[in-house]
């Protein structure tokens, strides 16, 4: 079964910086479209970013305005999302995601979820 395993969350500054990983397995990871969500407490959970299975085309939510860069690691089965210049209002769980089907563009629509990793922002 495809299994989802974030890491890299924590608490930092406003300011600073996290780099968040997503070890995918269970599927063939080359060939999906993987994102990555977040929901804040109180809040729906969002679309932060996403990245075709050949890494050439990515999408990013307006509220990042190139704070935030995704980015992948075929070999390594790998989906990261490096978060830069990080403010309070970042503070989330952050999820790693993949849709259902291979060599599509889920447009948004994901079904498998990783566990989840906190993002604490402090002021």
């Known amino acids: 079964q495809v299994q989802l395993v974030e890491s890299g969350g924590g608490l930092v500054q406003a300011g600073g910086s996290l780099r968040l990983s997503c070890a995918a397995s269970g599927l063939t990871f080359s060939r999906y479209y993987m994102g990555w969500f977040r929901q804040a407490p109180g809040k729906e959970r969002e679309l932060v970013a996403d990245i075709s299975w050949s890494g050439v085309t990515t999408y990013y939510a307006d509220f990042m305005k190139g704070r935030f860069t995704i980015s992948r690691d075929n070999a390594k089965n790998t989906v990261y999302l490096q978060m830069n210049r990080l403010k309070p209002e970042d503070t989330a769980v952050y999820y790693c995601?993949?849709?259902?089907?291979?060599?599509?563009?889920?447009?948004?629509?994901?079904?498998?979820w990783g566990q989840g990793t906190q993002v604490t922002v402090s002021s």
């Open positions: 995601a993949a849709p259902s089907h291979p060599d599509f563009n889920p447009m948004g629509a994901y079904d498998y």
